[in-house]
Nanobody, 119 residues
């Protein structure tokens, strides 16, 4: 059974930084695409960043300029994906979810980790 577990969420002040982690276990086949999404109260879940198994990244327009090219990264040996978030703003407050695409087996979500940014 595939498990996706996020960690690293916290309450921080505006301008601060956080590093989120997401570990995947229980899969039989390789993990292909890994990504971070977020959902603020009353809003739809939205993409933050994606990274392919080969390391190609993609960022949402809302975080470009604050999240550098290395902000999302992964360790294929550990089946873990990271999101380094800098210059956080109150509008970044949301539950952050990890999503992974496992070859053959399908697509899986974690339970989410809360990020709160105070002004």
């Amino acid at each position: 059974q595939v498990q996706v577990v996020e960690s690293g969420g916290a309450l921080v002040q505006a301008g601060g930084s956080l590093r989120l982690s997401c570990a995947v276990s229980g899969m039989t086949f390789p993990v292909n695409l890994m990504g971070w999404y977020r959902q603020a109260p009353g809003k739809q879940r939205e993409l933050v960043a994606l990274v392919t198994r080969g390391g190609t990244t993609r960022y949402a327009d809302s975080v470009k300029g604050r999240f550098t090219i290395s902000s999302i990264s992964r360790d294929n040996a550990k089946n873990t994906v990271y999101l380094q978030m800098n210059s956080l703003k109150p509008e970044d407050t949301a539950v952050y979810y990890c999503n992974v695409a496992v070859n053959v087996q399908g697509n899986y979500w974690g339970q989410g980790t809360q990020v709160s940014v105070s002004s």
